[in-house]
Each structure stands twice: as structure tokens, then as C-alpha cells.
């Protein structure tokens, strides 16, 4: 069965530093890739996607991801974190159309 | 347009109660998700109805869930016999799946379900 693992839970930086977040997902097939980001008190909102072609995937607010297909990973970046980038942040993947989420990283940004 | 709504936002009920969960969709959409977000656990995947499909209910963690989807539109997810382990909060998405939002899912507040 397909799965998606966020190694990191909590995440604390302070403003100005980078960001990578990872994710890695288990599926043999072809697989459509998003992170979602949820503000304190918002709902779930679509960060980036990847479908095909250029696997330097760039999203709002400055987000990045990189799919690696050979590494089954698709880890989330940010050069220099804000303050208002403090959230819970959610990899998925589509397989087969069904749409698996992994357990979310709660990033807090220290201003 | 509007987007995903859910109701009610908030419900209390007691242990050994049902309970029912609507979703509306945004228009269009054929795909819909039932999700529920307990602290730690991320998003756990219920259920999903496709168009006129059989819908996927393999995450559905027990026999007392159960959901529908009517006329290809609102769907209501049902918890018989509610227990304290219940208590989550229970997100519904919907897709587009033409176009270049293809797959990207919509999702509505969520209803937070607190079982006493």
C-alpha cells in the first residue's frame, strides 16, 4: 500500500535560515506529489504540485521542491523562512487516485 | 464561487451516540475525500468517491463509519456509536480533475467532533 513518510515533526528556526523539510513516499507507479500548508486557525491550502516535466517544482511565498524520483522523495525548501511561515506543513501523493497524506511537520519560526 | 462547506463546525455528543457529518462539494467537482486530523497523526484517509464509481472505503477504521454521496454531490459521513477515540477533527476535499488544477484538492473547515 502506498505511503508517505515526513521525517521531521517539529521543526524550530529562527527567521533568515533555511528550510528543507523532508518527504518520502512508497508507491512502484506513477505519482502526482503536493505539499499543503495549514496557517494556525486556516484551512488546508496547496503549497505545490508536481505532475511532470521540470522536477524543480516552485510554489507560492517562495517555496521550492525537488522531486527525485530514484529517492521515491520530494523534499520541500525555503532559502530564508519568515515569520508567518509558521504552520503545519503536509506532504501527499496521488496513487491510483487515492490521495495519502503523511503526518505533517510542525514548523515554528522564531522571529 | 463557493468553496467546500461543512456542517455542523463544531459537535459534542455523548459516547454511544450517531452522529452525522455533511460535506458540499465545490460544483463540478466529481471526486470528493473524507479525511479525519487527530493531534499527531496528520491526515488520515477514509474514504473517496470518484463520479459513479464504488467509492474507495478502505481507510474507514471501523465498521460503525460509513459515508454516501448523493446524486454525485453532498456527501454525509455517519459515526455509529460514537467513542472517545472519535474525537477528531473531520475534513472533507473535493478535486477538479481536468485542467491544469487537475488533482489539486479543495478543502472545506472541517467539523471538530468532540466525544464525551
Known amino acids: 500500500a502506498q505511503s508517505v513518510s515526513q521525517h521531521n515533526h517539529h521543526v524550530i528556526l529562527s527567521e533568515a535560515a533555511s528550510l528543507e523539510l523532508g518527504c518520502n513516499y512508497s508507491?512502484?507507479?506513477?505519482?502526482?506529489l503536493f505539499w499543503y500548508v495549514q496557517y494556525p486557525g486556516q484551512h488546508l491550502q496547496l503549497l505545490l504540485k508536481?505532475?511532470?516535466?521540470?522536477?524543480l517544482v516552485k510554489g507560492i511565498k517562495g517555496f521550492e521542491a525537488e522531486f527525485i524520483k530514484s529517492k521515491f522523495s520530494f523534499n520541500l525548501r525555503k532559502p530564508s523562512v519568515q515569520w508567518s511561515d509558521t504552520a503545519e506543513y503536509f506532504c501527499?501523493?496521488?496513487?491510483?487516485?487515492?490521495?495519502?497524506f503523511g503526518k505533517g511537520t510542525r514548523l515554528h519560526i522564531l522571529p | 464561487g463557493a468553496g467546500v462547506s461543512q456542517s455542523p463546525s463544531n459537535k459534542v455528543t455523548e459516547k454511544g451516540k450517531d452522529v452525522e457529518l455533511r460535506c458540499d462539494p465545490i460544483?463540478?467537482?466529481?471526486?470528493l475525500y473524507w479525511y479525519r486530523q487527530s493531534l499527531g497523526q496528520g491526515l488520515e484517509f477514509l474514504i473517496y468517491?470518484?463520479?459513479?464509481?464504488?467509492?474507495?472505503k478502505s481507510g474507514l477504521p471501523s465498521d460503525r463509519f460509513s459515508a454516501e454521496r448523493t446524486g454525485g454531490s453532498v456527501s454525509t459521513l455517519t459515526i455509529q456509536r460514537t467513542q472517545q477515540e472519535d474525537s477528531a477533527v473531520y475534513l472533507c476535499?473535493?478535486?477538479?480533475?481536468?485542467?491544469?488544477?487537475?488533482?489539486?484538492?479543495?478543502f472545506g473547515p472541517g467539523t471538530r467532533l468532540t466525544v464525551t
Open positions: 508536481y505532475f511532470s516535466g521540470d522536477p
Open positions: 468517491f470518484q463520479g459513479n464509481s464504488a467509492p474507495d
Open positions: 501527499a501523493v496521488n496513487a491510483d487516485d487515492k490521495i495519502i
Open positions: 508507491y512502484g507507479g506513477t505519482v502526482n
Open positions: 476535499a473535493s478535486i477538479s480533475i481536468a485542467g491544469e488544477k487537475n488533482h489539486e484538492q479543495y
Open positions: 460544483s463540478g467537482h466529481t471526486a
